[in-house]
Structure formats: structure tokens, C-alpha cells
């Protein structure tokens, strides 16, 4: 059961082989029984997703159902969900009820899906371990001592050890894509604007991306079908019909061309994962795509760019956390000034404080130029390189993450090192492009993905090049050892 | 020493608009503590601002009207600080790109015209309202007024007095209430200013260190703050010492100003875009569309009252000072049959003064302006005299009549039949022999007399220039 595509579940509710109400309680089961130790969910949403399974059995039984109606899933807690706690990973909304629920959330809900809870995630969606959470690690389902990856990590492990059959999360500099890699599963974020951000609660706002973890492409693709669209409460959601993300996915690739830039395929990448990478490309070599090697110039200033603009506005999106409306408060401020200083230390973890100050650093009074500034010249620079790139081929490929998943602690004091783990990833995020990771591999039986890039609002030829790798390889079935076991 | 002022303007008008301007909640005034304000105002995690778009065509409007370059891309900035009644810890305003460029007002005082110029008009939030009073020594928020929206206002330094400063005030308040994007109501807050006040020795070019006063709401705080501003200024510098750059407040009831904070304890904003709103877009066919828009201006009407009402510069000035006013005055001309001059000694005396006495706004007047015009009409036709009409008028403001039901009801027809007043002369003439030989002996003056008993006579409803008349002709036979 727990490995069966969302075509298949669909069609077993359809034919009422199994109801929404047992197909929940079946994934809430692997939930409890699973996530003791992986510490994946952070809030459970039970009692609710029962009765909205039964009103998606209604809706089946009436015919009033589409491919979603009836599929468990669950989102990050970053997403706000009115009635349910949203935390964004934080002790700082640790008491957080939204009155309103994020648009995303609300579509997956019209379209009949059943939120069995939230997920654990990097504090504020900053990190790319889920160790900044203040609700504990996620544990790695491949490997107990390595990390799943962040800011997404709770999705991608619990779809890894498939205790849901999709989960959503939100990429800023690679937060879907890495722990996707880590994880082993597919994970798409789509183009900047794609998704609306309405309810999201905002990492860095002109970065932020919502999209999906799935076990394959095609999976991926009708979740994220039904997220997508234009929506007038965010200014920044590009009013563009949508593309029909199924349609093409059967399409095959011959004569299309894959561009690798060589900037990410220097001496410095790990043999392991360049095999393995190189093994990958060889298979969509052999469906008929033709191989090109390209340049991204500007590349390399990516990471620094981005732990400019990012941090810049993390500062002011955080500001509105200050102990005086919602969230955390310090116990008996002595004045103002006490409240706002003791509220925010008390209330953000030390990342998250660190993001802060960096942000209002390049932002101060003659910094600005410098850093703010000059990191926004970089930004369209590098949109610019992926733009010149996209003129010779449909796609570009290249390792999600410089390594496999690395082990817990090994990088939580060294933020340098945990910066650069998002050293391919990055540059989607600053050019606003759709990207995704597909697993390819294992290196030390650890997960490796596949990174795809995509160029405007070309998400259904992602998701196409995606299924079509995913037809010649199994790598995405693979479950990790422990949890094939049903429950 | 002889000194100069300098005065430079920030004017906050706050903007028609029914909702805020980033969110659907009401502008309106005066509701209950935080019943206006939705979860984006509220600043609660994930919500985004959506620009209002009637508050982009009001900056439009008002830029146009002052011959102001409009931005064709215009782009918000985050103000950053923490405050209470600031949700997000942010301001959203418009920083280096700001919707209106530079533009240009006439003012005129003591008959001297001078062109203030306009630096920018940006669009930004108003935050919400701490109130300090009454919470048992903690502070309560309302932030019914967060994201309200505001069109601020930032002059150059080209005025030298506070006369002209008051000038130019009230040149724009005049002009936002006839663009008709802000009600001017200076008491609830829609309308305020803060002054940048220096002053340097007479020949200086370089402007002296300034001071800066906020939040004034009335012309009269305004003059009066500048006055004691600048003799604060101007006694710092005699007696040896140095004005400081600082944010002052206005003391109304001790009539002085008072340090708020100075420049090393200004906040370093950390002004940058942002990110959640997209640049605005100003189209040439959108321009092209307001400019058509435009209503008449104070000044084009104030020309075309003059021609075409053949009315003083003095009058032209008072009934355009307010749309309404002048909105009311040409109706009320129309409803008299073009009684243009009679109409403006009308609104401006009798009806002013009673709109002033009750406290009323002319929008509110008791007597519209269909039967102001009609009142007029029958002075016009003498009907009644002008000292009837006053009567009249009493009535007029205490009912739902018009002024010929009025005449009608209470008889106060003019008597102009010559017929009718010859007897009463003629009558009067043989009661008063003695007063008739003294003007025939020269004594004009006796024609008062005369005048008088018949008006008594009369209850005043004798034609006054008939009545002159047919004396002059009997007392001369």
C-alpha cells in the first residue's frame, strides 16, 4: 500500500477498494508507529482528517471527486492552517493558531486531499539539516545519524519512509531540492510566482517558493497541479493559466538537450556523486537527449549573493515577531525596550538570530551599497547567465547537493560549511526558476539526486525529462530499509 | 543680527479611500479600538499586502494637479522599526522612488505671488495609535488607522515666513479636498504637517541646522510653532551657542517646542524594496485618462469666477477657498436667474455667518442652494428689499419652505404700487406740515424722517427706491 502511486490510491478510492477514511487512518497508523524516532510530524492532525476523509468518501460516493479527493498528505508548518497550530519550527509561534489558512493549503483542501498533520522543519526555514528546529532533529530514514536535509526535512523524511504518500514544502535557497536529495524522493519547486505565497509565512519573500515531495515525478505533478495558480491575494503570483502538468509527461525526449554547466562539475565535486550524476545523465543520454556543455559565469557568486539578499529580508519579515500582538512573549517585561530584546532572544533560535543580524548589517546606513545592493547587481547577473543558457538547451542538470546526507551535528557550528551545502541549488532560487531533484543513486548507501532546471514556467518539461528518467530507472522506488515493513 | 527663516514642509493627507491601502479593511474614522483592522493590517505571519489601486490614481491625481513629473515605474521600500503600533515592524512607504516627482504650488501672500516648489509626494501606511491613558500604566493599541492610506507630501525649502508657510498649507489643503482625495479634516488627523525650520544670518546662502516639528493639525499651531521656533533658534545663536538637528514636538497649551530626539538618536531605517509588492506602472494611457479627470482647479476657478461673475479678486478667493462653497455658490446663482454679485453678498454674509454661529460645514447648511437662489431672485425682482430677505432668510433656515411660500404666508410682499404709497404720503405729509416747510427750507435731511415713518408704516415692506421717489417729487411740488 504505502508504496502504490497516487494514480493507483486514486483509483483504489475510486473503486472503493479502500475508503479515504481507512487510506488515513492506514498512513496515521505508519505515522505513530514510524515517527517516534524520525520526529518528522510535529503536529498531528487526527481527529480532523478523519472527518475530512469521510467527506471525501462522500464526495467519491457522489462522484464529485477528482485525483487528489481522498489522498492523505502532510505540509510544512510553515504553511498556515486555521484552527491547527502553525509553528514555522519555532518556539516563537509555539502557541501560534492562524485565522486563516494558506492558499496552497486551501487548494490541496478543495481538491479533496485529507492534511494529516504539519511537519517538522528548520526553524523559520533556515537551515539545510532541520537541526534549527525547536521542536529536535528529524532523523534521516536512510540513516538515523545522518540528517534529512532543511529547511524542508520533516516532508521529505516522512514521505521518504512513507508514513504520507505527498508532502508539501517550501524552497528559498534549496529547501525542497536537498532534502528531497538527501531523502531519496522527488521533489519539484516550481517557477517563482507559480504558487501563491498567501499564508506562507515569509523566509526570504522575493526567494520563497512553495512546492512538493512525492515519491515520483508524475505524483509530484498532480499534487503540484492542484497548489498552482494565480491568486490576488499575492501581489507577487504571476496571473498565467497553468500548464496541464500530466499532459506531457508520457512525451518522449528525443532530440531535447540537457545543458551541465561546467562551473558545477569542477575537480572539487566528490567522485561519488559525479559517477553517480554521470551515470544519471548517460540514462537520459540514451532516451535521445542530446548533451551540451554550458557556462554559468556567474555562478559562483551565488551562495554569497544569496546570504546577502536572504538574511536582508529575513530582517525585516521576523520584525513583526515581537511579543506584543501573537507568539511568544517574555515573562513580566520590565519596559518596552525588555520586552522587544527578551521576547526575541527568548523566542528565536541562534540561526535565526544570525540571519537577523546579518540582514541588518547589509542593510545598515553605508553598508548598503556594498552589500544590498551589489548582491541584487549579482542576482540578475546570474538570471542573466541561465537566461543566455536557456537559449541552447530545454534543460540543465547538475548534482542536487555537493554531498550525501551528512551526519547530525557534523555541521551545526560551522555555518559556512552548512551555507555551502546549497551550493547548486541556490542560483534557481536567485533567477526565479523551476528546479527539481530526482533520486539517481545511492554513494555510501546514501540517497543522491539528480538536480533538473528548468527554464520559465517550464514545469511540465521538468516533470516531463523527470517521469521519462524515472521509466528507466527504479531508484525512486527504493524504501528505505526498516520501513517496508507495514504496520 | 538680522535674521532669515527657512521653512520646509512634510504634509501627511491621509486619502479618500474606502479601504486601506494594502488591505480590505475600512478607512473609516472613529470606530471601536481595533474592529478595523484585518489579519494583513495586524501584521500576522504569512499575510501579504495588495496595493490599492484608487490610492495610486489619488497620488496620480494630486501630481498632475501640481504639474509634477509622474514616476512611469515607482517602487515601495520597507521602513524598519520597532513600535508598538507598527505591526510588522516595518513601515511600507516609497523611498527613492517615490510616484510624484518634482512639481510646483503658487502661493500668494500680502499680494505677492512666489512658487513653492514641490520635491515629491510618496504613497505610504499610516501606522496605528498608542493610547497611554487609561490602562492602569500600560499602554493600549489601536491599529484601526494601520495601513491607512497616506500621500505624503515634502515641499522644498523656499518658504522664508510663517505666513508663507501657512499659505502654502492651506494652498494644498484646498487642493487635495477639490481633487477630492482627502476630506482636509485637519481635527481627526486626515490632514497634518511637520515643519523643518531654520534660520541664518540675512546674505547667508548656506541653510543654517534645522529643527523639525511634528505632527501639527491646524494652521494656527503651525504659525504659532514656527514662531517660537525660529525666536528659540535665533536665541541659541545670540547667546553663543548651536542649534542642534532634532525632531521637536508642539506644545499647544504651553505654546512652546520640545526636544523629542536628536539626530544621534534617529533611527538608521534600513530602507530597501520590497520585496512582496511589485514596482507600480504608470501607463501614458492612464495619465492621458486622469488628466481628462481633472476637475477645475482653486486657481482656474478663481479666474473664471472673476470673469465670468464679475466678482472682486477678495470674493472670487473666499467662495473658491472650498469646493463645496464654490460648488454651492454656482448653483445658488443659477437658481436666482444669474444674481451673481447679490448671490456672492449672500453666501458670504448672511449665510456664512449663520453656518458659522451653528458650528456647520456649508455642505451641511440648513438653506441649499435652490432656495438661497430663489431668496436672492425675489430681491433681485423686487419682490421684497434686501432688509425683508433677511427675515425671510430666518425663515428659510428654520424650515423646509421656500422663500415665496415664506412671502406669501407671512405677507411680506414688497409694496412698490405707487398708488398705494402716494396715500400714505400724501397722508403723512398733511400730519407733519412743520417737517414738510423744513425741507422745503433746505433741510434734506428731514427726508429720513419721512422715509422712516413710512417703513414703520409699512413694517419695512415699502420699495425703498419707490418710496425715495415719489417723496422727492411730492416735498418738491
Known sequence: MYNKSLQELSSSLQDKEISSVELSQYFLNRIKHFDGELNSVITSNEEAALVAAAEADKRIQSGDSGLL?????????????????????????????????????????QAGAVMLGKTNMDEFAMGSSNETSFYGGVKNPWDLNTVPGGSSGGSAAAVAARLAPIASGTDTGGSIRQPAA???????????????????????????????????????????????????KDSTSVNKPVDDLLANLGDSIKGLTVGLPKEFFTDDLDSGIRETIETAIDTIKSAGAHIKEISLPNINLSVPAYYVVAPAECSANLSRFDGVRFGYRCDSPKDLEDLYKRSRDEGFGDEVKRRIMMGAYVLSAGYYDAYYKKAQQVRRLIKNDFVEAFKGVDIIASPTAPSVAFSAGEKKDDPVS?????????????????????????????????????????????????????????????????????? | MQWETVIGLEIHAQLATKSKIFSGASTAFGAEPNTQACAVDLGLPGTLPVLNEQAVRFAVKFGLAIGAHIAPYSVFARKNYFYPDLPKGYQTSQFDKPIVGLGQIDIEVDGEVKTIGVTRAHLEEDAGKSLHEDYQGMTGVDLNRAGTPL????????????????????KLHTLVQYLGICDGNMQEGSFRCDVNVSVRPIGQEEFGTRAEIKNLNSFRFIEKAIAHE???????????GRVVQ???????????????????????????????????????????????DLPELPEAKKLRFQAQYKLSDYDADVLTTQRVMADYYEDAVNFSDGEAKLVANWVMGELSAGLNQHGLDISASPVGAERLGALVKRIADQTISGKIAKQVFEFLWASESTADEVIEREGLMQISDSGELEKIIDQLMADNPAQVEQFRGGKSKVLGFFVGSIMKQTQGKANPQEVNKLLQEKLKE
Open chain 1, 182 to 232: 538527501f531523502c531519496g524522493i522527488t521533489g519539484i519547486k516550481p517557477t517563482y510566482g507559480r504558487v501563491s505565497r498567501y499564508g506562507m509565512i515569509a523566509f526570504a519573500s522575493s526567494l520563497d517558493q512553495a512546492g512538493t515531495f512525492a515519491k515520483s515525478a508524475e505524483d509530484a505533478a498532480m499534487m503540484l497541479q492542484a497548489m498552482s495558480g494565480f491568486d490576488e
Open chain 1, 418 to 487: 552548512m551555507y555551502l551545502s546549497d551550493i547548486f541549488t541556490i542560483g534557481v532560487n536567485l533567477a526565479g526558476l523551476p528546479g527539481m531533484s530526482v533520486p539517481c543513486g545511492f554513494v555510501d548507501n546514501k540517497p543522491v539526486g539528480l538536480q533538473l532546471i528548468g527554464n520559465y514556467f517550464e514545469e511540465s518539461r521538468l516533470l516531463n525529462v523527470a517521469h521519462q528518467y524515472q521509466q528507466l530507472t527504479d531508484w525512486h522506488l527504493a524504501v528505505p530499509a526498516g520501513y517496508e515493513q507495514e504496520v
Open chain 2, 246 to 292: 532634532e525632531t521637536r514636538l508642539y506644545d499647544a497649551n504651553k505654546d512652546e517646542t520640545r526636544s523629542m530626539r536628536s539626530k544621534e538618536e534617529a533611527n538608521d531605517y534600513r530602507y530597501f524594496p520590497c520585496p512582496d509588492l511589485l514596482p507600480v506602472e504608470i501607463t501614458a494611457e492612464l495619465l492621458d485618462e486622469m488628466r481628462g
Open chain 2, 151 to 170: 500621500l505624503e507630501i515634502v515641499s522644498e525649502p523656499d518658504m522664508r515666513s510663517s505666513a508663507e508657510a501657512v499659505a502654502f498649507v492651506k
Open chain 1, 69 to 109: 479527493t481522498g489522498i492523505p498528505l502532510l505540509h510544512k508548518d510553515i504553511f498556515c492552517t486555521q484552527g491547527l497550530r502553525t509553528s514555522c519550527g519555532s518556539k516563537m509561534l509555539d502557541n501560534f493558531v492562524a485565522p486563516y489558512t494558506a492558499t496552497a493549503v486551501t487548494k490541496l483542501e
Open chain 2, 230 to 240: 525660529v525666536e528659540r533658534q535665533i536665541d541659541v545663536i545670540e547667546s553663543g
